[in-house]
């Protein structure tokens, strides 16, 4: 399933600005805490400084799910895999993980962050893609 | 019933007379009922429940009112009903748990004699004809934006994939399998067929269950709930009251709330532990109750999965059991614990939380028919919202203490 369009709010806009140069930024508090994109306080001590640090975009499988593909003339779609993943810095992140058979799936497989527009007015989206399939 | 010496913040804190009880239950034509506005099947389940208890609609002085997915129903309802003077009005939204935590802040509120008798209603009117059930609950149609958009786009589309991560991440934790998960379905599908209210009366098995299409993998067709138009009220008043009108009444002993606020990061439990673990224990610790004493189970089962969890975390069974207590035969009409028994929402009428509380207070009144659970002095009804975000627990009996 390619990504769907999605436009940038107030909230979104820096992690928006990163997603455009291949970045997810998360917020980071003076301690060093790292929490989820959307949190307006430290996930973990409640402060409010916080500022956008790049993640390293590897992550594990928590959970996943799978769509199945569409029908249509041209026969069965292929399915989509989505996935619950924990980043190494902590929070989790919800995305379809590209390319993916459904069977290589297993929890704390590792993953890597990619980035996909559905097309060029609007915002770039991360994606998974599993990080070492063959192994 | 148990009782016990123990001060109890709830209704036993209160004078008998004063203590809540619920007295009407209004349920509109439900399914694919088509041509009325959510706020037309509000106004006539509250008619409905008002007549139901042998009440006036002037004899309302507190209406509670709680919209669905097209967010039909509101405040002015209270106008569509004529109702004037009101002692207490709101419109509340804690998704499936609405319907139970307004039973909740009703019998606060006739308890403490903010009100005397308040309705509490939800309708909602998602089918539309000529378009599919899946379009009724697919989310909106302008440009998304945001963190809520920038999900969907990427590919987390409505509450099936977010349900369906959960239940896999409990098979992977605990080994639950989709044949257990459909056990739970061929059980309420048996009761719905002795409900004459259900939309889904056709016999299913299990290889039914298997067979049907995927919609989110762990999750078969079979495994999530359907899509109804509808409304239902219920009207809360005090024991005094109760007396003297029309149905038996049904006593409103313990509730409870759970939102566990899942910080979804490391270490979470999300998909393994629900806030039934929470607001159930609540419940009962107010009832002065144990699990024990439960004779009937409404939960609330938007997926099969719902269920299971739910079972587990009020302790029918084990965490991790829910399974192999699911599969051993101990639910369905020839169980030995009565869960779901209209056919819960995977086959009866997906009214969100009013689906387990109206089938609640129809057991325990002993007006089940076909699909009466012989004992049945202490219900146990659950609501649960969002992806297993809110909880609301209650504990019904036809006996005053």
Redesign the interface.
Known sequence: MPVGPVVRDDQTATFFDGTAQGLFLLPHCPEGHASSPHAQQCDTCGATDLSWVPATGDATVVSWAVIPGRLSDAGAGSPTVLAVAELTEGPWWWSQVVDADPAQMMVGARLAMRFERHSPEHEAVPVFALANPDS | MTTTSAAHAGPRSFAAGRRPVVVGLGITDLGKVYGRTAAQFAGDAVRLAAADAGLRLSDIDGLLVSAGVTNGVDLSLQRHLGLSDLNLLSEMQAFGSTAGQMVQYASMAVATGTAEVVACVFADNPLKENRGAGAAYGGAAQ?????M????????LGAN?MY???A??HM?AYGTTSEQLGHIAVAQREWAQLNPLAQMRTPMTLEDHQAS??I???FHLFDCCLVSNGGIAVIVTTAERAGHLAQPAVHVHGWGQSHPGY????S?D??LVSGAVQSGPAAFNMAALAIEDVDVVELYDCYTFTALISLEDYGFCEKGEGGPFAASGVLGPNGKLPVNTGGGQLSSYYLWGMTPLSEGIIQARGHGGERQAPDHDVVLVSGNGGVLDHHATLILSPNPT
């Not at chain 2, 958009?149 to 987390?156: D, E, R, V, W």
């Open positions: 440009m998304p934006s945001g963190w958009g920038l999900l969907g786009a990427s590919g987390i994939p369906a991560l959960a896999r991440r992977n299409r995927i989110a993998d762990p910080f979804l990061r490391r979470d999300f998909g």
